[in-house]
């Protein structure tokens, strides 16, 4: 029997925007009050092999979409010791702005997405701004562009990356959005990325309003607990309370990273 090589795996945040709890849930919240979002791009490390998932946006979109950029995801990816332009292989959980927005940062990268999100992104529905508000044309067609440049692994569902990874397609936030599990040394970590945006999301069963199916995002909760071997190995894609339930690993990092496997 082999014995799986643990990761590190931390959260970068980059970016942050101050909202209402009214605007993190459908139907709205009952006790409004201040619930900021944060934006995080994730690494995950061992001994043999490094995976970064998803890329952020930048300080243009950032003015644009009227969000706090606190610096580009790459500077703490450098913290880390991990250099984007010698990244090999990057999971990209969907391919809305803020997750896909500094593709071009990572020059030797192969982006790992599942064959859903890249179909829906240039399907019909994209002509309707509801589900079209996430995505940037221009980072959708260069998708299209990295799969002709031969740049693009296209996953189809559940798939083993190897034997301490493997991605499994969710849905519900978007057609084709993945979440990614990983072995840690407290066992089975998932980054639920925008499966569950907060973890009230998840915990109380209040979806988040941007979405492209509600009952596929409710049933993506399940699969997502059946993945980690403990609630608190479940990761969600921009609570701010990640910052402070997790430690950074070290003192320079305090505010940028925290190691999510301690």
Aim: proline content about 5%; some cysteine; charged content about 20%.
């Amino acid at each position: 029997m082999s014995i799986l090589q643990p990761f590190k795996v931390y959260a970068i945040r980059y970016a942050t925007v101050a909202r209402h709890a009214s605007e993190n849930f459908i139907g709205g919240d009952p006790h409004e009050r201040g619930m900021d979002m944060d934006y995080f791009v994730w690494v995950a490390i061992s001994d043999s092999k490094t995976w970064v998932i998803d890329t952020g946006f930048n300080q243009a979109a950032a003015q644009r979409r009227k969000r706090n950029f606190l610096r580009c995801p790459t500077e703490g990816l450098k913290l880390l010791g991990v250099d984007a332009a010698k990244v090999e292989d990057l999971i990209v959980t969907h391919l809305h702005y803020d997750h896909i927005g500094n593709f071009d940062l990572f020059p030797k990268a192969r982006f790992h997405l599942q064959d859903a999100e890249l179909a829906y992104a240039t399907g019909r529905h994209m002509a309707k701004p509801f589900f079209s508000g996430a995505y940037e044309v221009d980072e959708v067609v260069a998708m299209v562009r990295n799969v002709y440049a031969g740049r693009v692994s296209f996953h189809a569902g559940d798939v083993q990356l190897a034997p301490n990874i493997s991605v499994h397609l969710i849905g519900g936030h978007t057609k084709g959005l993945q979440c990614v599990r990983l072995w840690t040394s407290r066992g089975w970590l998932v980054l639920a990325s925008d499966a569950s945006h907060y973890l009230a999301n998840m915990n109380e069963g209040r979806p988040f309003p941007i979405v492209a199916e509600v009952t596929t995002m409710v049933e993506g909760w399940d699969k997502l607990r059946s993945l980690a071997d403990d609630p608190g190995l479940i990761i969600p894609g921009h609570d701010p309370e990640v910052m402070q339930r997790f430690k950074a690993p070290a003192p320079a990092m305090e505010g940028i990273v925290v190691r999510l496997d301690q």
